[in-house]
């Protein structure tokens, strides 16, 4: 196994296995399969792209061979940076088809991030693309790879150099250990730049199937990617890779937005979606006053944020679809709403666990001890999908796990009777802002960086439209008086995803002191945000 995985004890392992949980397919295998299975039929569509899965997989056979004599190694990591675009889709198939394990960047991320993450996963290559967006990610991408010694080739998909390498001669190759590590995700970050979290073609396709089922997926249903497909949520909740285990078609979205989406709904008869609150409540309002024919559209999902009853209720009668709900983790558990649940159960909870197997504990935040149902507490949870610890990180593993197992998520919760989990907030010291999880701490250091700054604490502030943004509290240093769009400039300019640079910046003179006088970030951010509420 790939060094810094933990492996599931081996005889909870075991017990997985017996209970058909892990079967021991790679993705490579899968799509192999799909392929003979519906070799005509319609997996991806993108821009003037359409691609039967027999042509995907003759594709991702051909990228796979060509990453190899371009002289990757299985067992090393890539990170891949693309957005959503159809060649997502075979060059993910390739990279697991040939044993090298992508880290999932999203199109947001700069060159601090990426850095961070070729630096903490020793990554031989970057795969991008040119310039999308107004950014040049290949221009990045290659700046990155000049100050980092382990990799030693940038991939720009769409260039003529990958367009060679996509025409390699497919040859057989040997399937990876399905118990192996396939991938890097990326956490939500609490504490700084974010974790790497391990997955197995064993456990993640485990939750790929199962997402499939719950939201009745079938080969004639049409998934629509409106998210940046790196997310663990479009990828796989039920995501592009639960479509194509139904044998459905994945639609490419190249924004989100609902003129981009609605046209593309009305054009490929979309059955289903997922979006984050703020996307809905903007689709939502849309809806009134689009021409587009919106009648193919069976069911929206809605996750990533918590999406509150004021917007659920309206959902279903501006898009004419179904809710489902979907709270979890790019770290394993996920839960759903079911589509045949009480109105009432759609309307007001995030849903309940995937699997029978999902262990979900609540729990009083400062003792660990257990909360009766309808009681909120710390959601704790260990699975056959859940990490045992993320990569390469001993240090943070001993606090983010407990000795037994279970993950300490971070979230709030409430769970009811029926096993129904509401979430109520955070622990952690983390903002969500329209599903993007922005860590107060990363960002608070980018601001001490700048030779005005002497403090800074950064803190949500509700939202009406993302649910929480973000606010920054900067205290100067002597003599200096930076202003807060000059502060956001240098933010900006350090590198960072554009949705970590703060929404509003306020310049005080010293912070506020706690009742009991202490000066603890922590605290502070308690104090600032209650301030900020006020303001």
């Known amino acids: 196994m790939t060094t810094g995985h933990v492996p599931w004890p081996p005889e909870t392992a075991a017990r997985y296995r017996a209970a058909g949980h892990w079967r021991g397919q790679t993705f490579g295998a899968l799509l192999t399969s799909l392929a003979a299975a519906y070799p005509e039929r319609t997996a991806v569509v993108g821009g003037e792209v359409r691609w039967t899965y027999a042509e995907l997989d003759e594709r991702a056979h051909r990228i796979a061979a060509g990453l190899l004599d371009a002289g990757l190694l299985p067992g090393e990591r890539a990170v891949l940076q693309l957005p959503n675009i159809p060649e997502f889709l075979p060059v993910v198939f390739g990279m697991w088809r040939a044993g090298v394990l992508p880290v999932f960047a999203l199109p947001a991320h700069r060159g601090t991030e990426l850095r961070h993450f070729a630096e903490q996963s020793e990554a031989a290559a970057i795969v991008t693309v040119g310039v999308h967006e107004r950014h040049d990610h290949a221009a990045t991408a290659r700046e990155v790879a000049a100050e980092c010694d382990s990799v030693r080739r940038v991939l720009v998909v769409g260039s003529e150099e990958f367009d060679d390498l996509a025409r390699t001669a497919p040859r057989e190759l040997p399937d990876p250990d399905p118990a192996g590590v396939a991938f890097l995700q990326l956490s939500g970050g609490s504490t700084g730049l974010p974790k790497l979290i391990p997955r197995t073609h064993d456990d993640y396709l485990y939750s790929v199937r199962e997402s499939a089922r719950i939201c009745a997926l079938r080969p004639d249903s049409v998934y629509l990617a409106a998210l940046p497909v790196a997310h663990n949520f479009p990828l796989s909740s039920p995501g592009v890779l639960g479509a194509l285990h139904a044998g459905a078609a994945v639609v490419m979205a190249p924004r989100p937005d609902a003129d981009t989406a609605f046209r593309l709904i009305e054009a490929e008869g979309v059955t289903i979606t997922g979006v984050v609150p703020p996307l809905a409540a903007a689709w939502v309002q849309a809806a009134g006053r689009t021409a587009r024919d919106l009648s193919s559209l069976e069911v929206l999902l809605v996750g990533g944020a918590k999406c509150g009853r004021e917007l659920a209720e309206r959902i279903g009668p501006a898009l004419g679809c179904r809710l489902q709900q979907v709270f979890g983790m790019a770290e ?195 104090a600032l945000a209650a301030l900020a509420r006020k303001e």
């Open 332 to 526: 394993g558990l996920v839960c759903y709403t079911r589509l045949d649940d009480p109105d009432e159960t759609v309307l007001t909870t995030q849903g309940r666990p995937i699997s029978l197997d999902d262990e979900v504990r609540v729990v009083d935040p400062d003792t660990g001890a257990d909360v009766p149902d309808g009681e909120p507490g710390a959601l704790l949870t260990r699975g056959p999908y859940t990490i045992r610890g993320y990569y390469r990180a001993e240090e943070h593993n001993a606090t983010a796990f407990t000795a037994d197992g279970f993950y300490r998520t971070g979230d709030l919760v409430r769970r009811a009777p029926g096993g129904q989990l509401e979430v109520v907030g955070r622990a952690k010291e983390q903002i969500n802002r329209g599903g993007e999880k922005v860590a107060a701490e990363e960002v608070e250091n980018h601001l001490m960086a700048h030779p005005g700054v002497l403090d800074a604490a950064v803190v949500a502030v509700p939202d009406a439209y993302l649910g929480e943004r973000t606010c920054a509290y900067v205290v100067p240093a002597a003599g200096a008086e930076p202003t807060g769009p000059e502060l956001r400039s240098f933010v900006r300019g350090r590198g960072v995803a554009a949705f970590k640079v703060p929404d509003l910046v306020q310049v005080v003179a010293e912070f506020p002191v706690t009742g009991v006088g202490k000066t603890s970030k922590r605290e502070l951010r308690v």
